[in-house]
């Protein structure tokens, strides 16, 4: 099954301070907006679990077993890890929506916080945040 990436807002792709490519709003999106839906390949979490042995991979884990691979995505792929982010995911069955927590301005990357990853608190945390917990 694959899930078709949405999105509810303008946004682009450029290198970023925190990690490789990220993705930048386009335009001003509102607080508690949903900024849009990552796409990707549904798999199991068993295979999404052996692409883990790379440092960067496009994929988020689901509560029922499966894992969506957004390896080639465009659309919310390249949201990068903050800890202190500007949006949240929220997982409903297949889909992993994407919100915004505050108001993000034009040129603002768009940040979440992962949570529980497969790095085991073993890579080091490059946010650049305040708070930052120095690991992922």
């Not at 990552?38 to 295979?47: A, D, N, P, V, Y």
């Amino acid at each position: 099954m694959y899930i078709k990436s949405i999105l509810h807002f303008k946004i682009i792709h450029a290198k970023s301070r925190i990690h490789g490519k990220g993705s930048f709003a386009k335009e001003n999106i509102p607080a508690r907006k949903r900024i849009g839906i990552l796409g990707g390949q549904i798999i199991s979490k068993f295979k999404a679990r052996k692409m883990a042995v790379t440092k960067s991979i496009a994929v988020v884990e689901l509560w029922n077993g499966w894992a969506i691979d957004a390896s080639d995505e465009k659309g919310l792929r390249y949201v990068n890890h903050s800890c202190d982010p500007n949006t949240f995911m929220r997982n409903i069955n297949y889909l992993v929506e994407f919100y915004a927590l505050k108001d993000i301005a034009p040129g603002e990357e768009l940040t979440c916080d992962y949570g529980t990853t497969h790095h085991d608190g073993k890579l080091a945390c490059t946010c650049g945040a305040v708070n930052c917990k120095g690991s992922l």
